[in-house]
T-cell receptor, first 114, second 117 residues
Framework: KAGVTQTPRYLIKTRGQQVTLSCSPI?????VSWYQQTPGQGLQFLFE???????NKGNFPGRFSGRQFSNSRSEMNVSTLELGDSALYLCASSLLFGGAGIQYFGAGTRLSVL | AQKITQTQPGMFVQEKEAVTLDCTYD???????LFWYKQPSSGEMIFLIY??????QNATEGRYSLNFQKARKSANLVISASQLGDSAMYFCAMREEKGQGAQKLVFGQGTRLTINP
């Protein structure tokens, strides 16, 4: 069974640009969550989607947005990139919504903003 | 707000020895889940073990066990017979329960484990 797939694995952008990251969850998983990992702030929750609806959002500015499609695949978008957006962006999927669902992570997209 | 504390930034252990990674948590929610993840240098977060707050027994998964002490609010990970491949960052995390049952993990700062041959 295929795991969580994130594309692309690496991205280099310049300040002011926008970027879209993609996440394909494990087959049958309907909940998708996104996290940002930086050396200074550690792992921080961005948002979670279930059935194409954003259920929960972390403390990030509106430049960070996302969506989920009917096949549970998810994208996140960051507009007007800043240097501080350089990070590893991790996507996780889970089988159950709430309950004891375990989140399984992809390999991440490493974004560098120059 | 829920909080996870990992007090060991780095640990060095000889191969084949057992190692304990510390994790304490703070929550006022009676229902919560505790997780350990391993992150090798490649970046992927690998799920290791889960403990529910109402579970009576400590969770075990192969060489991994979770020493859950609810009264002390600690959830230490024990790795038996360590291997060179265990060298990685290890994160303790708690699932924060929201009203809508949303999935949100709160992570500790991590412990970098190095296994020496």
């Amino acid at each position: 069974k295929a795991g969580v797939t994130q594309t692309p694995r690496y991205l280099i952008k310049t300040r002011g640009q926008q970027v879209t990251l993609s996440c394909s969850p494990i087959s049958g998983h309907r909940s998708v969550s996104w996290y940002q990992q930086t050396p200074g702030q550690g792992l921080q929750f961005l948002f979670e989607y279930f059935s194409e609806t954003q259920r929960n959002k972390g403390n990030f500015p509106g430049r960070f947005s996302g969506r989920q499609f009917s096949n549970s695949r998810s994208e996140m978008n960051v507009s007007t990139l800043e240097l501080g957006d350089s990070a590893l962006y991790l996507c996780a999927s889970s089988l159950l919504f709430g309950g004891a669902g375990i989140q399984y992570f992809g390999a991440g997209t490493r974004l560098s903003v120059l | 707000a829920q909080k996870i504390t990992q007090t060991q930034p780095g640990m060095f252990v000889q191969e084949k020895e057992a190692v304990t990674l510390d994790c304490t948590y703070d929550t006022s929610d009676p229902s919560y889940g505790l997780f350990w993840y391993k992150q090798p240098s490649s970046g992927e977060m690998i799920f290791l073990i889960y403990q529910g707050s109402y579970d009576q027994q400590n969770a075990t998964e192969g060489r991994y066990s979770l020493n859950f002490q609810k009264a002390r609010k600690s959830a230490n990970l024990v790795i038996s017979a360590s291997q060179l491949g265990d060298s990685a960052m290890y994160f303790c995390a708690m699932r924060e329960e929201k009203g809508q049952g949303a999935q949100k993990l709160v992570f500790g700062q991590g412990t970098r484990l190095t296994i020496n041959p």
